[in-house]
């Protein structure tokens, strides 16, 4: 399934940046080279940078990579339950009372790599298990119609735009 592929009308416009940060990709080609990509980034940043934050006020390093595994794991389950068929509206989160509350800052970059890696690893275990009917379901999360296609490239594209601010941010 290529992004080419993803009508935007089933996903909120808000995810557009997300998707944006990815071009025209196969989405399980880029869950698995996004799990590579991600712990490569992660084995490169020394361990002391892990507590650092570039602003006042900002999350420290830490506490943007479990923000981007809570995230998967968010996405992740939006997505199942869309698939499922389960009619329930899906309610959104914020992100900003979640990470006070994640510990992050405690967690040593071996430890998040090992979450990371279980977490993608369910993420791509999940949608190599859809098949063509079951990944254009479309359900309701956060007050809006989205496709459990959508999910798996917004999880990817939300990634990809973190990374990018890591680099840019956290590790220039």
């Not at 507590?51 to 900002?58: D, H, L």
């Not at 939006?78 to 914020?94: E, H, S, V």
């Not at 990371?116 to 809006?144: M, N, Q, W």
Request: with cysteine; net charge negative.
């Amino acid at each position: 399934m290529m992004l080419s592929e993803l009508p935007s009308s089933e996903y909120n416009p808000f995810y557009q940046t997300y998707i944006m940060a990815l071009g025209n990709v196969d989405l399980m080609e880029e869950l698995r080279k996004g799990k590579d990509d991600f712990l490569t980034l992660l084995q490169q940043i020394p361990e002391e940078k892990l507590y650092y934050a570039y602003a006042e006020g900002k999350w420290s390093l830490a506490e943007v990579l479990v923000h981007i595994i809570d995230t998967e794991r968010i996405f992740q389950y939006r997505a199942l339950c869309i698939a499922r068929n389960d009619k329930t509206p899906l309610p959104g989160f914020d992100q900003d009372t979640y990470v006070p509350y994640s510990n992050a800052d405690n967690r040593s970059r071996k430890i998040l790599m090992e979450e990371y890696k279980a977490v993608r690893d369910s993420t791509i275990f999940l949608f190599d298990s859809f098949d063509e009917e079951t990944i254009k379901r479309i359900g309701v999360a956060s007050g809006s119609k989205m496709s459990v296609r959508a999910l798996g490239f917004i999880i990817s594209g939300h990634q990809a735009h973190h990374i990018r601010i890591i680099k840019e941010r956290y590790l220039a």
